[in-house]
């Protein structure tokens, strides 16, 4: 965290005002990344812009150091509250624009027994900031919740965040679910969490694994034919 | 580039002030030391720092020495981190394996989405075949009657009720940021102390624990549970 240095945004270059939000958003200011939001947006950015160069390459640093062990959860938590401090200012103006059509939407939960949610949280941020219409599903779901959301939503993917290895499996039982139905055949399913990884997904034949959300923003935009 | 001065923060002035400890941690090659056992030696519990003193009083209570059943125990830190319990596993038996004729891992898999276990296999050694010490201590079907009937259930043992502070408070970063305590236990409804020993003192500070997330206090004297059966098979008395 910087010792509060007093110092004006509104004088900063564009290129510098970018930087520093990146790093306001890294020690998690919320307020000075909203303002910082508000100018970029006063001198005629696009609100996709601000949103891809400052806010999300911002988290996308977050994530890297995250997985490093440099941060730890707390710090990552107020990195969000940042994130969320442009973000509110933000969702409006894409929500009233089409000069980006939404990617489709993206249905997220964490599966039955389960109630961690701050890893999926970040993963609804930040495919939001990638454009997704992001359907929350909260926590605890049991099977039936993806079906009634998927029939409601007719999502583009779905998503399931599991944190725990007693419940890591249910996300197996869900896409056999799926498969069951016909459904998995066109919709493609995402798996996160920590103790996941690439082979676990691989062997509950999940379509691919979010090892952090920037990488799963990523990965999303793929699987809808728009990484740029 | 403006003249307007930034403030110093951000990633650079973090990464000053620490060094990337993952990096080191990542360079290590993985472990392909298949160790043997010492058939006359000691046996080994490699333990989570977190229930040290549960073992050391089941092992009193079996009348075992220290000579005969050595404890050894991780940082309880890697609680948080269990992407690390299992190479620090791997780099401690690779070590001294050889040393001992048993050993025993005083841990579940505690998030390490099978890594432990394959550990484990190379250097013959075994862990309680639970997902985590919640488990343990309660037994399987007491902890899964509890999170059937409450799912948000927030579970303690003697050693998070005496560590509450630093552990939980701390550790969640709730002693700067009291207002993330919605971001965190939002979920839950109650506090849960699996109480390992009959402490009236600990009691009271697990209430005073539950009042301070907001929750509910409820409580199981579950003594060792699964651990006392593991350590005693382990010495094999
Ligand atoms: C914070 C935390 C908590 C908080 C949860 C707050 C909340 N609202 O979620 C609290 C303290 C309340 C808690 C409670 C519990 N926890 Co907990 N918790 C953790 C901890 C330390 C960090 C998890 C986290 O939030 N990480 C931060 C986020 C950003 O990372 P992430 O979740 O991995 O998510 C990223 C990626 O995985 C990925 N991702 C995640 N989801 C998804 C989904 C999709 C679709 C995609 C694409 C990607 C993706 O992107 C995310 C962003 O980068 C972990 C240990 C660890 N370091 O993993 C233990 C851990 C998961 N908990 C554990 C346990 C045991 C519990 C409890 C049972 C403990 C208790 N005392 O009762 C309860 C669980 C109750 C329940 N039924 O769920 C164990 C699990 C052990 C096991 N065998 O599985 C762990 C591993 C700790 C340990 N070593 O013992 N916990």
Not at chain 1, 102 to 129: A, C, F, P, Q, R
Not at chain 1, 184 to 199: D, F, I, S
Not at chain 2, 185 to 205: C, H
Request: glycine fraction near 10%; aromatic fraction near 6%; proline fraction near 4%.
């Amino acid at each position: 965290m910087s010792d509060g240095e007093e110092i004006i945004l509104r004088d900063l270059s564009d290129a510098d005002l970018v930087e520093q939000m990146k790093d306001d958003l890294y020690d998690g200011m919320a307020a000075e990344v909203h303002e910082g939001t508000q100018i970029l947006l006063e001198r005629g950015w696009d609100a996709n812009d601000v949103l891809s160069e400052a806010l999300v390459e911002g988290m996308r640093i977050v994530g890297i150091d995250f997985r490093d062990g440099i941060l730890f959860v707390p710090e990552v938590l107020q990195c969000a509250g940042a994130m969320k401090g442009g973000m509110e200012l933000l969702r409006p103006i894409l929500a009233a624009s089409d000069s980006k059509a939404s990617l489709g939407t993206y249905v997220i939960g964490t599966v039955k027994g389960d109630i961690h949610d701050i890893g999926k949280n970040l993963v609804g941020m930040m495919l939001e900031g990638a454009g997704f219409e992001v359907i929350d599903l909260g926590i605890n779901n049991p099977v039936d919740n993806y079906l009634a959301a998927i029939d409601k939503h007719n999502p583009a993917i779905m998503g399931m965040s599991a944190l725990l290895t007693t419940t890591m499996p249910y996300m197996g039982v869900v896409i056999e679910e799926l498969e069951k139905r016909g459904i998995l055949k066109n919709l493609p399913v995402m798996v996160g969490g920590a103790p996941l990884n690439q082979e676990f997904a691989d062997a509950i034949g999940a379509t691919s694994y979010g090892r952090d959300a920037a990488v799963s923003a990523e990965l999303a935009k793929a699987l809808v034919g728009r990484n740029r | 580039m403006s003249d307007a001065a930034r403030r110093t923060g951000g990633r650079q002035a973090r990464l000053g002030r620490r060094a990337r400890p993952q990096e080191a941690e990542a360079a290590q090659p993985e472990s392909l030391v298949t160790t043997s056992a010492n058939p006359d030696g000691p046996v080994l519990v490699l333990a989570c720092g977190a229930i040290a003193n549960e073992i050391i009083a089941l092992r009193e209570q079996l009348g075992v020495t220290d000579d005969a059943m050595v404890l050894h125990c991780l940082p309880a830190e890697l609680h948080n981190r269990p992407g690390q319990i299992a190479p620090r596993v791997d780099a401690f038996l690779s070590e001294h394996r050889h040393k001992y004729s048993r050993v025993i891992l005083g841990y579940g898999d505690c998030g390490t989405g099978g890594a432990l276990d394959k550990v484990l296999e190379r250097h013959e050694a075994n862990r309680l075949p639970h997902a985590h010490c919640y488990e343990f201590f309660a037994t399987t079907p007491r902890f899964n009657q509890i999170t059937d009937a409450e799912i948000g259930s927030y579970f303690v043992t003697d050693f998070l009720v005496r560590h509450f502070d630093r552990l939980v408070w701390e550790g969640c970063g709730l002693d700067t940021r009291p207002e993330m305590l919605e971001t965190y236990f939002g979920n839950y409804r109650d506090l849960v102390y699996l109480a390992q020993t009959d402490n009236p003192d600990l009691q009271t500070k697990a209430q005073e624990a539950a009042a301070r997330l907001g929750l509910n206090y409820v409580y199981h004297k579950v003594g060792y549970g699964d651990l006392a059966e593991a350590i005693r098979e382990a010495a094999d008395v």
